[in-house]
C-alpha cells in the first residue's frame, strides 16, 4: 500500500488550460506549498503530458487522471500503468464521470495498483455505485453526482444525503476504505461540511482551477479543519 494519509485534497486538473503545461506546473507548486503550511495531503491529479515535470520538480504526490487496462505491447493511444508510475505517479483516479470504465476494467486495473503498491480511487455517481466499487476493494471511493460537477454548487452542502449514505454504505462493506466527495466544492465551508459528514477528504477542481489565485483558495479550502 502506499502512504498517501487522509485527510486529503485531490486536485483534477482535468484539461483546463488553466492547469496545463506551465501553468500545471504553478499549480503544483501551489498545491506543495499549502500542504506544506497545513500539513494536509495534497495530490496534484494532472495530465499525462504534465506528470513527469511536475514529479520532477516538487514533492507531492501524483494521480494519473485515469489509467487503461492493457499490458505494456501493442496499445497504441493507451495509458499505460508502468509507463505512468516510471513518469512518478503514486496512484490513481479510476472511473471518472468524464471518463467511464467497465466493471471488470476496474477491477483489474485495481488489482494492478495493488501489485505495483499505489493509490487507487474508484470515482462514483450515488451511494449505489460506491457499493459496487467498494466490494473491488480500492482504498478510496470518491462519489461524484455528475449534475453538480462544475457546478459551483456544493455536493456537501447540498446534497450532504448523498456523502453520508455514501460513507454508511461504504463502511458496512469494508471500513478500511475512505470515502471522498466532490462535485462543486470550493471552499473551506464546502471541505468542513464534507469532513462533518466522514468523508476523508474531497475530490475537486473548478473552483481552484478556475480561481483568480488558487494558492488563495487553496488556502480557504483547507482553513477550517
Ligand atoms: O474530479 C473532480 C470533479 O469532477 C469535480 O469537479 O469542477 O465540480 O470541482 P468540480
Keep these: 500500500m502506499s502512504k498517501i494519509k487522509a485527510p486529503i485534497v485531490i486536485l483534477n486538473f482535468k484539461t483546463y488550460l488553466e492547469s496545463s503545461g506551465e501553468k500545471a506546473l504553478e499549480l503544483s507548486k501551489a498545491l ?13 491529479a494532472p495530465q499525462t503530458t504534465d506528470i513527469f ?11 494519473a487522471q485515469h489509467i487503461d487496462p492493457v499490458s505494456p505491447g501493442g ?11 516510471e513518469s512518478g505517479i503514486n496512484g490513481t483516479l479510476l472511473n471518472h464521470s468524464e471518463q467511464r470504465m467497465r466493471l471488470a476494467d476496474i477491477a483489474e486495473v485495481i488489482q494492478r495498483t495493488k501489485e505495483q503498491k499505489i ?35 456544493p455536493v456537501s452542502q447540498a446534497e450532504p444525503e448523498i456523502v453520508e449514505g455514501t460513507v454508511n454504505k461504504v463502511k458496512e462493506i469494508n471500513k478500511k476504505i ?9 471552499t473551506g465551508d464546502d471541505m468542513k461540511a464534507a469532513m462533518d459528514l466522514g468523508a476523508s477528504g474531497v475530490l475537486l477542481a473548478s473552483g481552484i482551477i478556475l480561481s483568480k489565485n488558487p494558492k488563495t483558495a487553496l488556502l480557504d479550502l483547507v482553513s477550517k479543519i
Excluded: W
Excluded at 506543495?32 to 496534484?44: D, K, L, N, P
Excluded at 515535470?53 to 494521480?63: L, V
Excluded at 496499445?75 to 508502468?82: A, D, F, H, R, V
Design 75 to 85: 496499445n497504441t493511444g493507451s495509458n499505460l500503468m508502468e509507463a505512468l508510475i
Design 178 to 186: 475512505k470515502v471522498l466527495c466532490g462535485a462543486g466544492i470550493a
Design 32 to 44: 506543495e506549498s499549502v500542504s506544506y503550511e497545513s500539513g494536509i495531503t495534497m495530490v496534484a
Design 119 to 153: 493509490t487507487s480511487v474508484v470515482c462514483t455517481n450515488n451511494i449505489e455505485t460506491s457499493a459496487a466499487a467498494a466490494t473491488l476493494n480500492p482504498e478510496f471511493v470518491a462519489v461524484e453526482p455528475p449534475e453538480l460537477i462544475g457546478s459551483g454548487i
Design 53 to 63: 515535470r511536475i514529479n520532477d520538480e516538487t514533492n507531492i504526490p501524483i494521480f
